[in-house]
């Protein structure tokens, strides 16, 4: 859990704003609760699960973390172009992959340098 969500927690749970404070600056404190650490597991997480650093970026954002944080953990994973190679190696070289990267959250760079030979861009929509 991050300070974010559980200020946010707390306060749904009607904590008066004194006690909510003290409370997270005591987690904080105790390393309970963790930012930077939440943010490489969950980055590490969300890598492992096919998803590229858009994704990752945007999750973390979305769950409070700062810009230094997320830009530290996604600096700690492997190179987005390795791990979208690798889905391609897996999934195979087509139109299909390439959207299925792009929906993960890889950038288009990513996605381009992971095909050995470039993918038609007018090919026919995937059936899902």
């Known amino acids: 859990m991050t300070t974010a969500e559980l200020t946010d927690r707390l306060e749904r749970a009607h904590v008066d704003p004194a006690t909510r404070a003290e409370v997270v600056e005591r ?53 987005e172009a390795i791990r979208a190679a690798r889905v391609v190696e897996r999934r195979g070289v087509g139109a299909k992959t390439a959207r299925y990267l792009a929906g993960k959250g890889f950038s288009p760079d990513a996605i381009e ?16």
């Open 27 to 79: 987690l904080n404190d105790s390393g309970a609760v963790d930012d930077v650490r939440f943010a490489q597991h969950r980055a590490r997480s969300l890598s492992e699960r096919n998803a590229g650093d858009l994704l990752i970026r945007h999750d973390l954002s979305g769950r409070g973390i700062s810009a230094e944080a997320i830009k530290a953990a996604i600096e700690a994973l492997e190179p």
């Open 113 to 128: 340098s992971a095909f050995a030979e470039p993918v038609a861009e007018d090919a026919p929509p995937a059936v899902f």
